[in-house]
């Protein structure tokens, strides 16, 4: 049974950091791609970041620079370290396997 667990959510003001986790079980995470999306309330749900195989990354332009995806192998993990943090950041954070499996999802506020 596959399942991604995330961490490191939680209020952030403009300007400061936090970073996402997603722990892979059932599935070793650099054999598949792995991506971080975010939703906000009626919007749909849109591509961050991207890891492949073999450790190419991708981005959305306006988090360039200031987001970075990263992979643990010797703890089966994901992460997104995101720096900078604006208001319009402020979303649902999902973190994605193969386009198959879905993590849980934290919400990430961004507010003074």
């Known amino acids: 049974q596959v399942q991604l667990v995330e961490s490191g959510g939680g209020l952030v003001q403009p300007g400061g950091s936090l970073r996402r986790s997603c722990a892979s079980s059932g599935r070793i995470v650099s054999d598949y791609l792995v991506a971080w999306y975010r939703q906000t309330p009626g919007k749909q749900r849109e591509l961050v970041a991207t890891i492949s195989r073999g450790g190419t990354t991708t981005y959305v332009e306006s988090v360039k620079g200031r987001f970075t995806i990263y992979r643990d192998n010797a703890w089966n993990t994901v992460y997104l370290p995101m720096n900078s943090l604006k208001p319009e950041d402020t979303a649902v954070y999902y973190c994605?396997?193969?386009?198959?499996?879905w993590g849980q999802g934290i919400q990430v506020p961004v507010s003074s």
């Open positions: 994605n396997s193969d386009s198959t499996y």
